[in-house]
C-alpha cells in the first residue's frame, strides 16, 4: 500500500512550530505533497531540511517568504522535475517518479486579492489543463494533488451562494475543474465519500470558521485511471488544519500489488 498525503502547510516554519511533525507521524504517509512552503531549505530547524527517513526535493519559490512546493518520499525518487515544461519561478509544481507512480505538488495561483491576480491564476490553468490532458492518457498511475484554489461544486463549500462571484467559486474556474473530470481524472476523496456535504479542507480565519466547520475543499488528490483503479481510500484529517496550517492534510491510499 502506498499513501499519499499533501498538505498546504500556510508557511513550513509556522507549521514546525505549531506540531506538524505530530500529525505526519499519526498519518505515517509513504509519500508527502507539499504547497506553500515559503522557505528556502537553509530557513529551516537543520533536522527538516533533509528529514530522517525521506528522501526530499524542496521546490522553493524565488521570492523570499512566498509559495513553493515539495516532495517528500521514504523511497527513491527517479526523473524529477519542475514547472509545467518552463520556467517555474514561484515553485508551484514538482513531480516525480515513485514506486512505479508519477506523483505532482501542484499550489495553484489564488486570484483572491484582486484582478491582475486573477488573470494570473487563469493563465495558469489554461497551461495546467494542456498538461494534465496529457497525463491522464499515461498508462502507469499518475496523481496529482495540492491546493488548487477551487471549490468544485456546492458540496464544497458551506456557503455557496454567498460566495458565487469570489474567486475559488466563479462559474467559469467550476467549469474549468469539471473539464478536469470529464478528461479522465478522479477526484479521490469524492469518490470516496460520497455526495455529501464537505469534507472541507481550507478554513477562513474569519468568524469562527474553523470551529464551526464552515469551510471550503479546494485541496485535492487527482488519480488518473491507472492510478484510480489502484484507490483502496482517501480522506481529510481535519484536526491538522485546526492546528497546524489553515488547511487540512489530505490523503489517498494506493494498492500497488
Known amino acids: ?119 494570473k491564476k487563469e493563465a495558469f490553468m489554461a497551461r495546467f489543463a494542456e498538461v494534465m490532458a496529457e497525463l491522464v492518457k499515461a498508462p502507469h498511475p499518475v496523481v496529482v494533488g495540492g491546493d488548487l484554489n477551487i471549490a468544485h461544486t456546492e458540496k464544497d463549500i458551506h456557503n455557496p451562494r454567498g460566495n458565487a462571484k469570489n474567486s475559488g467559486f466563479l462559474p467559469h474556474e467550476r467549469a474549468w475543474f469539471t473539464e478536469l473530470l470529464a478528461q479522465g481524472w478522479s477526484d479521490t476523496l469524492r469518490e470516496q465519500v460520497g455526495d455529501v456535504q464537505g469534507p472541507y479542507s481550507w478554513w477562513s480565519n474569519r468568524g469562527r470558521a474553523r470551529e464551526l466547520d464552515r469551510g471550503w475543499r479546494i485541496d485535492y488528490l487527482l488519480a488518473n485511471p491507472a492510478a484510480a483503479a489502484k484507490v483502496t481510500g482517501a480522506g481529510v484529517h481535519r484536526p491538522g488544519g485546526l492546528t497546524v496550517s489553515d488547511h487540512a492534510p489530505i490523503w489517498v491510499d494506493l494498492d500497488l500489488s
Open 1 to 119: 500500500m502506498l499513501r499519499i498525503l499533501s498538505w498546504n502547510v500556510n508557511g513550513m516554519r509556522a507549521a514546525l512550530r505549531k506540531g506538524f511533525a505530530e500529525h505526519l507521524q499519526l498519518l505515517d504517509p509513504d509519500v508527502v505533497l507539499l504547497q506553500e512552503i515559503r522557505a528556502l531549505p537553509e530557513q529551516l530547524p537543520k533536522a527538516w531540511q533533509d528529514p530522517e527517513g525521506f528522501e526530499v526535493r524542496w521546490h522553493p519559490a524565488e521570492k523570499k517568504g512566498y509559495a513553493g512546493t515539495a516532495l517528500w518520499s521514504r523511497t527513491s525518487m527517479d526523473d524529477i522535475t519542475t514547472g509545467l515544461g518552463e520556467g517555474d519561478p514561484e515553485g508551484r509544481v514538482v513531480s516525480a517518479w515513485i514506486q512505479g507512480v508519477q506523483v505532482i505538488s501542484v499550489y495553484l495561483p489564488s486570484g483572491s486579492s484582486g484582478t491582475e491576480k486573477q488573470v
